[in-house]
T-cell receptor, first 111, second 113 residues
Framework: GEDVEQSLFLSVREGDSSVINCTYT??????LYWYKQEPGAGLQLLTY?????DMKQDQRLTVLLNKKDKHLSLRIADTQTGDSAIYFC???????????FGAGTRLAVHP | DGGITQSPKYLFRKEGQNVTLSCEQN?????MYWYRQDPGQGLRLIYY???????QKGDIAEGYSVSREKKESFPLTVTSAQKNPTAFYLC????????????FGPGTRLTVL
């Protein structure tokens, strides 16, 4: 079955880079997504990558995709306290208009 | 402004009562979704609808019901059959037609007393 796995917690110092990792199982996924959730709020779409790409950069965010290993990562450069949140990766289910979400990685940024 | 609204933000219910959570979107999206989020956990799909007057069960549909009579509205009813309804409920919509990105509302926190 389909499954998306993430590490649950990451702690970084302000100004350092953060790397959040994700593995997925559906090789027919067309798009992979990163969402951010702040406390008590809905999910905000941060960025996405098409499955035939291996990298996408958007300001401080860099997404890397290793399709062979079904591994996705999100790098946040110059991490700020405002980046503290839960980050979810999600894969689109091939042939269906549904997303499968990981359990989320809680990012804590400390001075 | 285009977006997704959910109301109310906080909802309290007595055990044994049904309650309906509202979700409205003005993005002209075809598809809409309901998720449940428990503390420290990811999102679990309750129901989804890809088009008006049609909907499908997700992974945890038992104890819930939905309707999709209008494109912009997808209300969720939490029935008394749902054994553990206290949770954060998130509604999302998606353009459909091959575009899979989902956009989320602010959520409703339901507490059963």
């Amino acid at each position: 079955g389909e499954d998306v796995e993430q590490s649950l917690f990451l702690s970084v110092r302000e100004g350092d880079s953060s790397v959040i990792n994700c593995t997925y199982t559906d090789s027919s996924s067309t798009y992979l997504y990163w969402y951010k959730q702040e406390p008590g709020a809905g999910l905000q779409l941060l960025t996405y990558i098409f499955s035939n790409m291996d990298m996408k950069q958007d300001q401080r965010l860099t997404v890397l995709l290793n399709k062979k290993d079904k591994h996705l990562s999100l790098r946040i450069a110059d991490t700020q306290t405002g980046d503290s949140a839960i980050y979810f990766c999600a894969e689109s289910m091939g042939g269906y208009n549904k997303l499968i979400f990981g359990a989320g990685t809680r990012l804590a940024v400390h001075p | 402004d285009g977006g997704i609204t959910q109301s109310p933000k906080y909802l309290f219910r007595k055990e044994g009562q049904n309650v309906t959570l509202s979700c409205e979107q003005n993005l002209n999206h075809d598809a809409m979704y309901w998720y449940r989020q428990d503390p420290g956990q990811g999102l679990r799909l309750i129901y989804y609808s890809q088009i008006v007057n049609d909907f499908q069960k997700g992974d945890i549909a038992e104890g819930y019901s939905v309707s999709r009579e209008k494109k912009e509205s997808f209300p969720l009813t939490v029935t008394s059959a749902q054994k553990n309804p206290t949770a954060f409920y998130l509604c999302a919509s998606s353009p459909g037609q091959g575009m899979t990105e989902q956009f989320f509302g602010p959520g409703t926190r339901l507490t059963v007393l």
